[in-house]
């Protein structure tokens, strides 16, 4: 046995082990379970569950209203969310309720159909939530990248923040006559966009309140200053307390009295089945409504959950988080309530107050329950310019600034998405928004894979000279560091790592760069590895065989011929699966021309038939 040889015996094979065998061995559950008792986990979450459901309560009044549907919707939505992601969630962090990220989806919703549509809209939203669980569907919208994500928040909150402004001046709501919805209308009613309600806005600028506009400005500032400064205490319950009192004391402004009259709180509300005929779910038009809904909700739900564990390092579920969002949506529905999902700032300040568990979820509805249950005929005082700025400030805080500037400093051309993104969710709709901003980043990002990736290693005065396919700096190395691509042979050998994917986007270039190679290097065993290849399907299987038979005729006759071969190695155990039942391929091997080595077996391949 050479020096060589003996060398390569000690190395550690890190790529032989099977990957999913490998993660399932971790037995990652097990140690993201936590051991206590429930009576621990109880004693760890009381104080996260009170706080968050001393802000939750008068959010969901606010984001109800903001939505179109009634104060009493939004706390019972608040509280079935909680206790149903509390038993049936996939993440031990998630707040689900009532979100300012449906709410401009919701008010479109109750302008087009009439608020008794929103517990049907709940409902079909929870039945799509459940097929995309069904087919596992959430690993694609989980692809949703950063920047149009980000832009689809933007634009969200200036819709939710443009939208209070009618409150917030004191003017009132100013829309068309609603109509009832019927079976046969030939249509959708005509909506309005942001920016015809800004219109609208200015045009009544005239019938705008002074202590309203004041009242609201002194509320926003006030709680934007303390929720930044201190983050843990609810000022929301202090600011709806707060209103309360100075509803009665300034009888010229609106309050929710004005617009509900005294608010009248149970756990569910069936009058939307007098309504509204439930014939209306056999109407396509709902369900093609409800798509963006389920979309955004999912994603939300997935996107906070994931948050919530990087803020403390732990693992969600994913399929259960899906299927506690659907039934919360499923039974919100059916007992009256409105689509609910996972409300990011709430998690946050969850996490913050001490949360450990999803106990806290059902401790923050249980306080609710009971809160609701004893004052919610006080809420009925607070005035809607107080609403406003409690939704306002939801709004404003739903943009990460910080990740908006990361983005526009280092990625000039995903900012540019992201805001093209907003614009078309404030000009139009969020929904266009969102599918323009993922066709045109995946556009970008398609044109990225056609630049071949590659790494060539060959012999050169006794050691291995490594080049990137960019830059042709020499790294010099030891020679074992590559001997997994190596042919047990004698000769001399070029190794060509095609990294990433081969797809018919990147074949050609690859394809002339190999011809060149074999132009001139003429003496040389050419490695075609394939260890670093991620991606492998049907087209990349003719790409490779097309590249193999090309090269394969250019590589001239020397006198050495026997040393003109080309080789396959870096074929792991799932690419093997793939590649061994392909035609060609079988062809290629049985008749000694293509030689594929498995890891286990790449020193034992000593029979190179020249190609």
């Known amino acids: 046995m050479t020096e060589i040889d003996a060398k390569y015996q000690k190395l550690k094979r890190l790529d032989t082990l099977d990957e999913d065998d490998f993660i399932s061995g ?97 409902f079909t939203t929870g039945i799509l939530t459940l097929v995309v669980k069904f087919y596992q569907l959430e690993r694609y919208i989980d692809l ?36 009832p919805y019927e079976m046969h209308t030939p249509g959708p009613q005509e909506e309005e966009t942001l920016i015809h309600q800004i219109i609208e806005n200015l045009k009544h600028i005239d019938q705008m309140k002074g202590e309203a506009f004041l009242i609201y400005l002194i509320f926003f500032f006030g709680l934007y200053i303390l929720l930044k400064n201190y983050p843990t205490t609810p000022w929301m319950i202090v600011a709806a307390i707060v209103g309360i009192i100075l509803g009665p004391l300034v009888p010229t402004i609106d309050t929710l009295k004005t617009k509900f009259g005294i608010i009248h709180f149970t756990i569910f509300d069936f009058s939307y089945l007098k309504e509204s005929d439930p014939s209306i779910l056999f109407d396509p038009r709902i369900w093609i409504d409800s798509l963006p809904i389920a979309f955004v909700a999912i994603l939300e739900s997935l996107i906070s959950a994931k948050i919530a564990d990087s803020m403390t390092g732990t693992r969600f579920h994913k399929q259960n988080e899906v299927r506690g969002l659907a039934l919360s949506n499923l039974i919100c529905g059916i007992l009256g309530g409105i689509p609910v999902t996972a409300a990011l700032a709430r998690t946050a300040l969850n996490i913050k107050s001490g949360a450990t568990h999803k106990y806290s979820a059902g401790i923050s509805s249980g306080l609710m329950l009971i809160l609701a249950g004893l004052f919610i005929g006080f809420f009925s005082y607070i005035p809607m310019a107080v609403v406003a700025a409690q939704v306002c400030i939801v709004a404003v805080r739903m943009v990460n600034v910080s990740e908006l500037t990361h983005i526009y400093h280092h ?55 490594t080049q990137g396919s960019r830059e042709a700096v020499p790294v010099f190395s030891n020679i074992e560091h590559h001997m997994a691509d190596i042919p047990h042979q004698e000769g001399d050998y070029l190794i060509y790592r095609i990294v990433g994917i081969l797809t018919f986007m990147n074949m050609t270039e690859h394809v002339e760069r190999l011809k060149a190679i074999a132009q001139k290097e003429q003496d040389k065993i050419i490695v075609i590895s394939l260890r670093y290849m991620n991606y492998i399907d049907m087209d990349a299987l003719n790409a490779l065989k097309v590249l193999v038979e090309k090269v394969s005729k250019d590589i001239p006759k020397s006198p050495n011929s026997s040393l003109n071969k080309i080789v396959i190695t870096g074929i792991s155990k799932s690419k093997l699966e793939k590649i061994n039942n392909h035609e060609w391929v079988e062809k290629m091997k049985a008749q000694n021309a293509l030689i594929v080595n498995e890891h286990s077996t790449v020193r034992k391949a000593s029979k190179l038939t020249k190609y």
């Open 411 to 465: 990625d000039k051309k995903n900012f540019t998405i992201l805001m093209a993104v907003a614009i078309i969710c404030i000009l139009r709709d969020p929904v266009i928004g969102i599918v323009l901003g993922m066709l045109i980043y995946l556009i970008a990002f398609c044109e990225n894979l056609t630049i071949p990736c590659v790494e060539m290693i060959t012999t050169h005065e006794k050691n291995v000279v």
């Open 26 to 122: 971790l037995n990652i559950e097990k140690y993201t379970k936590s051991k206590k008792n429930p009576t621990q986990k109880m004693m760890e979450n009381w104080k996260a569950g009170i706080t968050v459901g001393l802000v939750n309560l008068p959010l969901c009044v606010s984001l109800a209203v903001a939505s179109g549907s009634t104060p009493a919707a939004g706390i019972m939505s608040g509280i079935i969310a909680g206790i149903v992601s509390c038993i049936a969630g996939g993440s031990n962090f998630n707040i689900v309720g009532p979100t300012g990220a449906l709410s401009g989806f919701l008010l479109n919703i109750v302008g087009r159909y009439g608020v008794s549509a929103l517990p049907y809209i709940a």
């Open 144 to 179: 949703c990248p950063t920047a149009v994500n980000e832009g689809f928040t933007l634009g969200v909150a200036f819709i939710i923040f443009f939208n209070q402004m009618n409150s917030a001046l004191g003017i009132g709501k100013i829309k068309k006559e609603e109509q």
